[in-house]
């Protein structure tokens, strides 16, 4: 089970240096001899130490942050000369940015008994924007080989005391030593969140001896907090997981509290209904709301006698049609009420907050849900940790009943928020609210494949028709795929091993609310053995592979949302030919899973029906051996074959 502990930093003092410094582009011997994990011996490498140090920098308009890094790892195998390759993340806002400064590279190969190092020159570092609001420096390491040792140092300073740095002690390969050195000042004060581990393996909390400080008069030292944890195994990126960043050992921090010189303290977030106010005094999330509820009594008066459904519904739609979602998260606007509807584009602040402002214009009850999208992680309700929340819904009561909304993707039907928010749980943000809603969608998402197959026993191929239909999720990522890039669509099905003869035709592709049709004519292969031919009654367009792959799990199972699927083939049996043996019929049935598969023969046709579905969309990972048997039982029977073969007993009149 995943543990997180909070703590609030108290300010006050001074670094000290402890345990063993490790000095950029000198190695230790043990360095050298190193040539595989002991605790993981198949890692293709492995991170020596890790190493970083927060501080605040004073110049003349107060501090800044500072961070420092320098980390050295082994490389043993050529699958992990990626880990030579490096990408600092900056923010950047309209006045001031971020900034990496320092940056420091060698590697050491061992080259006829004597260390050769090969430094990384400026001319290999890169800047590239990301974003309106972020930008990246990028480098990759020279001379990277199996048996190299990287040494990477840099440093990045930052004029936002809300920006303090994460730390990972986790990655994808295993870890040594991993720690980060945090330096506070009596002017600020930070909580953090340990996730992933029980307790530390080295922690210390001292200040910081030498001269002290001083700023508007007071004296201080510095207070110095060490966080280490010692041979970090690497984190397994299963499959079907919310989000590694659930998992990853790694420790979080929030702004808590600003100290003024003049004895005035003003406190971040103490309490869940202290967030909410934050938010609702905001600039770019309560104020815009209210712009926009003025906006929308503008824009939207003439639905006021409509029915609440019909409200919402165009409402909704009308945003989606008229306002393109510009790929940013957020929970705050990212653009005045003003510019959003001059450009009519925006990120999820804009587009969703608008939206409730709208409603409430009309008449309905609409209030924001902030949450953290899957790839950002589950947030907790244990304490106000609003960094942890990137994205905001809407929640809307129609007709008596809560209803949850999104308007940023105009092919997602209405009775669907995007998969990317489901989640966990999102946090009604309202006058003194600590109220919280599951983010869930309890309709399944369904797909159908119907085939139409006929043997070719002189050119050796079956031509068939296919007819495919899909539901919810399913429906929405197929009608985005096909839409974005038919090619790109119509390729990853005939890269199953079939011939699309004329063109994939698509029905629905708009109307969000049906199921996405679409069908197209095939050819494929027949394998023929002597007398007999031998097909694929689905022809390879099932899932041929089981997804669960591993031997154990150790983490929970998260399919996002229910889903399941049907399958129909009818195949004409060839003049002369009749069918060797008839797969044997299945049926499983439990509470997580059910399946079915029946083959019959009617009117001289093979008839073979199969069905699917996962029960629930969470599992725990005592269920993994349960769902991976069942998936190898469904694999295996939609890829049976079907064998003819010459029928001696037919007579030609």
Known sequence: MRKSVFIILLLGAVLISSGQERKFGILNPSDLRIEECNFEKDAPAVVLFDKGNFWFIQDDNGFKLKFDRHVRIKIFDESAFDKGEFEIELYKGKNDRERVEDIEGVTCNVEDGRIVKSALTKDNIFKEDINEYWYAKKFAMPKVKEGSIIDVKYSITSPYYTHFRDWEFQTDIPVIYSEYKVNMIPFYSYRFRLQGAGKLDHYKKYKRQGLDRSFAGIKFNDMVYEFGLNNVPSFKDETYISSRNDYIKKIDFQMAEINYPSGYSRKYMESWPAMAKELLDHEEFGKYLKKAQKWGAKEFGHLIGKSEKERLDEIVSYMKLNYKWNRFYGKYAQRSIKEFNNTFTGNVGNINLSTIGALNSVGLNAKPIIISTRDNGKVTDSFPYSNLFNYVLILVEVDGKLRLADATEDMCPEKLIPARCINGRGFVVEEDSENWINIANKV??????????????????????CTA????????????????????????????????????????????????????????????????????????????????????????????????????????????????????????????????????????????????????????AKSYKELKNFMNVVTSKVNSKIVFIKDDDLTTL
Do not use: C, W
Request: glycine share 4%.
């Open 444 to 465: 399944a998402s369904l797909e159908e494949f119907n085939l139409t197959i006929n043997v070719d026993t002189d050119d050796l191929q079956i031509n068939g028709n």
């Open 469 to 620: 239909k899909s539901t919810g999720y399913i429906a929405l990522n197929e009608r985005q795929n096909f839409h974005k890039d038919k090619e790109a669509f119509t390729k990853e099905i005939s890269d199953k091993g079939i011939t699309i003869e004329n063109d994939l035709t698509v029905t629905n592709l708009f109307e969000s609310e049906k199921p996405f049709l679409y069908q197209f004519d095939f050819t494929q292969g027949v394998d023929q053995i002597d007398n007999q031919l031998i097909i694929s009654p689905f022809a390879n367009l099932t899932q041929k592979d089981n997804p669960f792959k591993q031997e154990n799990r150790s983490l929970p199972i998260d399919l996002i949302y229910l889903r399941g699927n049907r399958l129909i083939a009818n195949i004409e049996i060839p003049d002369g030919y009749k069918v060797e043996e008839l797969p044997i019929s299945k049926r499983m049935n439990s509470e997580n899973v059910a399946f079915t598969y029946s083959a019959h023969i009617t009117d001289g046709k093979v008839q073979i029906v199969t069905t699917y579905q996962f029960k629930k969309h969470t599992y725990s």
